[in-house]
């Protein structure tokens, strides 16, 4: 990004012979690149405005006339509405139990110095290897052994162990970062390391904290698997669950199916454009760290 | 978010090298005589309830799952039908799951072949200074945002017989190119390549556009004036700068192929995938485990993965990221 900054900075010369240089193959192979990731995007919105017997005839075309009575049933059911509060929920949660373990532990690995601290960061960058697949069977059979079957507790509290690696290691740097003047001048006022972590570096890093949050609110939105294993009851189904009973169980009112689908993705794809920048700048952070 | 970064970066880079520098100067300063109790405390504190979540629900899980991969159990009360590795032994011989393993073997090739070139062209072709780039990086990570299910269910919908996909390609006279998309076994799995790399090239792109922006500028420029043209400017200092990036991004990609289930069980469900020629070793073990009622067998499959991942991730650590730690290409600036 800095790069970016610089050049458009000092180098205007640079900058119209590179917007010269075969600027019109680029900008077809833009919108041909942009067509190709919109279309079935835009077929599943779309979609929800059509009547069942028109995509049944004309599935590619335009809605003729445009229907809203699919969005405003599903609008109207309360099993949407229930699913939508489930998903918000296992949400908020995970994403408030990633941050606050999050920040803590990384917090020791940043700025403690003991032995088994390097140990202590692999052990959570080995998490990365142990993903959910592998881990669900078992994972099922100990959420059943606390009796966490059917509730959103034994959704939630495994979705926060399993973004703890990412956090960690998109944290650790961050806090690293936080300049040690800051802390020797916190100490001199009589704040001790604690005190330092919950007056200034909980302020500092909100940034690096929003990025995780994003991330891990944005991911338990879409978790599917865990959800799949863990809830059977109905009563208890969150959005992409209830995506996928709504379809099998409407299966040939393909319209409505549409409808629900599109109105389930509302919530990441709003979360996502209002934070982009920090969702893009968190995962590559990541991969760099 | 635009402008705090560059300065977040400089700002750590600078810390880092004073923090150095710090260090070196007083090797006896107070943090390396030993860990006082009250910081022993502090850090039992702070790290304690991360480290037993992450430790319970992480790590703990693929232990048990190696015991009790080991019993005959149908997941009520203790496990007693020891039979060994005998569900090893069925896994290894039973040809559905042996097709799983040529699904997945297929998708971790095929994903970096298709994935990584038409990544790198749109990393390059969005790296170039452009009107209307910033929103077209936007754009192209919209599917990667947008959950397994509703993925999964729209592109089922399309590409169903009769569906969106035949009817656009009958009415552009293309009739013969209508297939059975997704049950006919000889195309369903280059269906489901399509919906992965349509789902996941977002994600390599704007990795390679971080990577290149990371590339310090004087670079290009010099070659520029040493008479290099565009493409070779990319051949020879972007692609070989970018190598990292693309190792890393290559890695993620592995691991993600040989774990795949969601997409997979949402389109092709839990007994088409294996007739359409698309399961994978997760959605094997997702319907002879835990949906038959086998955990122990399940167990046993999950073991199975876990050792073929982490067998693939270690070699390629050894033998391909081995040079990035090495500092072969980043020690030099």
Redesign the interface.
């Known amino acids: ?8 900075g000092q180098a205007p010369v640079k ?1 119209s012979r ?2 010269g ?1 075969g ?1 019109p193959v ?2 077809c ?2 919108v041909i ?2 067509c ?3 279309a ?2 835009l ?2 919105i779309i ?1 929800g405005f059509k009547s069942n017997s028109q995509i ?1 005839t ?4 335009w809605p003729n006339p445009w229907k809203v009575s699919n969005y405003l049933n599903v609008l109207e059911s309360s099993g949407f509405w229930h699913q939508a509060w489930n998903s918000t929920i296992c949400a908020v949660f995970t994403t408030i ?1 990633v941050v606050v ?2 920040v ?2 990384s ?3 940043a700025r ?4 088994g601290r390097s140990a ?1 960061y692999s ?2 960058a ?2 990365l ?14 959420i ?1 052994s606390f009796g966490l079957v059917n509730t959103l507790a034994g959704v939630i ?2 979705q ?3 973004a ?2 990412t956090t ?1 290691i998109i944290l650790v ?1 961050f806090l ?2 936080i ?2 003047e800051i802390e020797e001048a916190a100490m001199m006022d009589g704040c001790g ?2 005190g330092f ?1 919950f007056r200034m570096v909980l302020r500092l890093s909100v ?1 690096g904290l929003v990025t995780t949050g994003i991330l891990a609110f ?1 991911s338990s ?5 865990l959800p799949l ?1 863990v809830l059977n009851n109905s009563a208890s189904f969150t959005l ?2 209830g ?2 009973a709504f ?1 099998m169980e409407h299966s040939v009112d ?1 319209a409505q ?2 409808a629900f ?1 599109s109105l ?2 509302i919530p ?2 709003i979360f ?2 209002l934070f ?6 968190g ?2 952070g990541a ?2 760290g | ?6 300065s ?5 880079e600078d ?2 090298g ?2 150095r520098k ?1 260090k070196a100067s007083s090797p006896g300063s107070r ?2 005589k030993g ?1 006082s109790w009250g ?2 405390a ?2 039992a504190l ?2 304690g ?3 037993i ?10 232990f ?2 190696a015991y ?1 991969g080991m019993f005959k159990w149908k ?1 009520f009360g203790v496990p007693t039908n020891f039979v060994g590795l005998d569900n090893y032994r069925i896994i290894l011989t039973d040809h559905l799951f042996l097709e799983a393993l040529g699904h997945n073997a297929f998708i971790v090739v095929m994903s970096l072949v298709m994935q990584g070139p038409i990544a790198l062209a ?1 990393a390059l ?2 790296n ?5 780039r910033s929103i ?8 990667y ?7 999964g ?3 089922g ?2 590409l169903q017989t ?7 390609l009958k ?1 552009i006279g293309l009739q013969g190119f209508v297939l059975d998309w997704l049950a006919d076994p000889n195309i369903a799995i280059w269906t489901l390549m399509v919906i992965i790399s ?1 789902k996941y090239i ?2 390599a792109v ?2 390679f556009l ?1 990577g290149m ?5 004087e670079l290009p420029e010099a070659a520029a004036v040493d008479g290099a043209g ?1 493409w070779r400017t990319q051949f020879s200092i972007t692609l070989p700068l970018l190598g990292p ?1 693309l190792r ?2 290559a890695f ?1 990609s592995i ?1 993600g192929s040989l ?1 795949l ?2 997409l997979v069980y ?1 389109i092709w469900g839990q007994y088409v995938s294996s007739t359409a020629g698309t399961s994978t070793m ?1 959605t094997y ?2 319907s002879n ?2 949906l038959a009622g086998n ?1 122990g067998f ?2 046993a ?2 073991v199975v ?2 050792l073929i ?2 067998a693939v ?1 270690l070699l390629y650590q050894r033998f391909v990221l081995r040079r990035d730690t090495e500092g072969a290409l980043t020690g030099g600036n």
């Open positions: 990004m800095s790069a970016t900054i610089a050049a458009a900058k590179e917007l240089w600027s680029a900008y192979a833009a690149l942009v190709a990731t919109l079935p995007v077929f599943i979609g049944t004309d599935p590619a075309g139990g373990l999050g803590m532990a917090y020791v690995i403690y110095n003991f032995r202590m052990l959570f080995a998490g290897m142990f993903p959910m697949t592998v881990a669900i069977t078992p994972l099922y059979l100990l059943k509290i495994p926060i162990a399993f703890l690696p960690v740097p690293r970062a300049p040690k390391r604690l972590f940034p944005v939105w879409n978790s599917y698997m294993f992409p669950l995506v996928q379809a393909t199916v549409l689908t389930s993705m990441a794809l996502f454009s982009e920048r920090r969702i893009v700048g995962l590559t991969v760099k | 978010m635009n402008a705090p970064a560059p977040a970066t400089a700002a750590r810390l880092a004073r923090g710090a943090r390396h860990t910081e022993r502090e850090i702070l790290s309830p991360g480290i979540v992450f430790v319970t629900f992480v790590i703990f899980p693929v048990t799952a009790y997941g749109l072709l969005l170039k200074k452009m009107r209307g077209i990086r936007v754009l192209i990570f919209v599917p945002v947008i959950s397994e299910v509703i993925v269910t729209g592109w919908l399309m009769g569906g969106a996909v035949d009817s656009l009415s349509w977002g994600f704007i990795l971080a922006q990371g590339i310090p500028d565009y990036t890393i991004w993620l691991i774990q289930f969601d949402i997760a073990m997702a485990g835990r955990f399940g167990n499959v999950a993965i876990f991942s982490l991730a």
